[in-house]
């Protein structure tokens, strides 16, 4: 099994998993864990394993509360998880916001192999996994600011085998010039996808105080060199940072959320929206989106429209979940939407209780299910839904409890 560099990492000792409920049914083996969700209050955290089927698997195997000896610091309240699997099998945990710190577990033994500073304040988003040499390439999402030595904002490629780290520079893919009195654009990239033989970027593109946004953008780099070979440009939408592969390393799906704080150029559900872009690339650097809908024109006729949240499931090359966001100031929940863009159909799936509890969604083509993060703080569970067939509708089955916590979950991923 591959292990992180002890050049790079500071090694910790072993935490011991949460003893499981007595009343609870017997857990499975450790190998069948391949699945991980984070659960969260935005204060505290847990992460927990699942089997492929979104059954719990191992519960809270690390919290905000584990502090082994040798550890930078314990899980924050803003923790994701990486949108591809370590080729190794390792889990990894994205602690962001202030902490911009990558803890490393041994799935099987709960023990925290590594962690790994990326920088304070730093904001890490995403990993993939490369090679040549082997590595792991984070999003940083935080803006570089010049005054300082703080850098972000940018890719940083972390190799296991020296401690020579590498930063790749975004900022000339970000809008110029200046605006007078305001601060320039910053390509804050958030999610990675592996779509049209290309590592995908998702750019936020905002200015730093998150108060204006410019048009989104997406960029493919070529997975070995990390050079940028094409620019998506998604006007008029933005904010578009979330994106997934549809299928077999195909097309692209990309969703906007638009400003949520005022925006001058007026209200954000007219800068949000989905797109989908073709397998093949044009032979220039720019991209176009071959399919681009507003979020006002993906709602169901009874349903009210509203901007995108974060949450993006691309299903097929015809088929993405996306969620409306509710509105807490007027009771409006959250709601799941499956749009099937070639028959031009939106269908509504399900709603949270209120706003802001959807999170993650994952798709398990193989299980044929799908499997829904629900945080709500009275009830928070893994809620699971049938796969969508072309005479069969979406089903909610039985839903899954996660954590003994009782935190909500947040994120899912497929981390072996």
Same mark, same amino acid.
């Given at each position: ?104 577990? !041994? *799935? &099987? +033994?709960?023990? %925290?192999?590594?962690? #790994?500073?990326?920088?304070? @304040?730093?904001?890490?988003?995403? $990993? =993939? ?92 780099? !070529? *997975? &070995? +060199?990390?050079? %940028?070979?094409?620019? #998506?440009?998604?006007?008029? @939408?933005?904010?578009?940072?979330? $994106? =997934? ?114 999170? =993650? ?56």
């Amino acid at each position: 099994m591959k292990q992180p560099s002890p050049a790079i990492f500071a090694f910790a000792a072993t935490i011991a998993a949460c003893d499981s409920d007595p009343a609870r049914e017997p857990l499975p083996p450790r190998d069948q864990c391949v699945l991980a969700v984070v659960a969260s209050d935005f204060s505290s955290t847990a992460v927990s394993l699942l089997t492929s089927d979104g059954s719990l698997c191992a519960p809270d195997i690390i919290t905000s509360g584990s502090r082994p000896p040798g550890l930078l610091t314990a899980l924050s309240g803003d923790v994701v998880l990486p949108s591809e699997p370590d080729p190794a099998g390792l889990l990894h945990v994205l602690d962001r916001y202030p902490n911009g710190v990558v803890t490393t577990v !041994d *799935p &099987t +033994t709960s023990e %925290v192999l590594a962690q #790994l500073a990326v920088g304070t @304040l730093s904001d890490p988003h995403d $990993i =993939a996994f490369i090679d040549g040499p082997p590595s792991i390439l984070l999003t940083r999402m935080e803006y570089t600011d010049p005054s300082t030595t703080t850098q972000g904002s940018d890719l940083l490629r972390v190799p296991f085998a020296t401690s020579d780290t590498t930063r790749v520079d975004l900022t000339a893919y970000a809008d110029r010039p200046r605006i007078p009195g305001q601060p320039d654009y910053d390509p804050m990239p958030d999610r990675f996808a592996r779509a049209t033989n290309r590592l995908w970027v998702g750019l936020t593109h905002l200015t730093s105080d998150f108060k204006r946004a410019a048009p989104g953008r997406a960029l493919a780099l !070529d *997975p &070995t +060199t990390l050079a %940028v070979t094409h620019t #998506l440009d998604l006007a008029p @939408l933005q904010n578009c940072g979330t $994106i =997934a592969a549809s299928a077999a390393d195909a097309g692209l799906w990309v969703v906007c959320s638009g400003l949520f704080r005022a925006n001058p150029s007026g209200p954000q559900i007219a800068f949000s929206g989905l797109a989908w872009l073709a397998p093949a690339l044009p032979a220039g650097s720019a991209a176009s989106p071959t399919w681009l809908r507003r979020a006002a024109d993906l709602h169901p006729e009874d349903v009210e429209a509203r901007p995108l949240g974060f949450t993006l499931a691309a299903l097929d090359d015809e088929h993405a979940i996306v969620v409306a966001l509710g509105d807490l100031a007027t009771d409006l929940p959250d709601r799941l939407l499956l749009v099937s863009r070639r028959a031009g159909t939106v269908v509504s799936i399900a709603e949270s209780r209120a706003a802001y509890e959807f999170g =993650a969604v994952l798709p398990r083509p193989n299980e044929r299910l799908i499997l829904v993060a629900d945080g709500n703080p009275y009830d928070p569970r893994v809620r699971r839904f049938t796969w969508p067939t072309a005479t069969d509708p979406i089903e909610e089955l039985d839903p899954v409890d996660i954590s003994p916590s009782g935190l909500p979950p947040r994120h899912l991923a497929v981390f072996r």
